[in-house]
């Protein structure tokens, strides 16, 4: 099953080539398929190219937030596998088992990969 998908206008990829997180709405030029709002949408340049994939927003200024910037299929691994890389960033930090705090924020939206 192939995803729903946007295509930038042209020349509005260069942001995502730096990894933006965010696709605004005024970049976008069209709209392939019935995204609904949190369903997954690839986003493709003006040529074509497949820039990666996110979670579509339906009417707001951020309409996809990026989750992946590759070719890959979405798969809900991505999840589980950002989840760890967070708590292994605190763990190595000391965040977890010290006498230096008591809590600890363990996904910090897109710093650890969470498009919020």
């Known amino acids: 099953m192939e995803l729903p998908f946007v295509i930038l206008k042209p020349q509005k990829e260069s942001a995502l080539k730096r990894r933006h997180p965010w696709v605004f709405s005024g970049a976008i030029q069209s709209r392939h398929g019935k995204p609904r709002t949190g369903d997954r949408i690839a986003v493709r340049t003006a040529a074509g190219e497949w820039m990666g994939w996110g979670h579509y927003t339906k009417g707001q200024s951020i309409a996809v937030r990026m989750v992946e910037f590759t070719g890959n299929a979405p798969s809900d691994r991505v999840w589980i596998n950002r989840i760890a890389a967070a708590v292994a960033l605190r763990e190595t930090l000391g965040l977890l088992e010290g006498d230096a ?14 498009p919020v």
């Open 101 to 114: 705090t008591n809590a600890c924020r363990l996904v910090h939206g897109e710093g650890d990969g969470f």
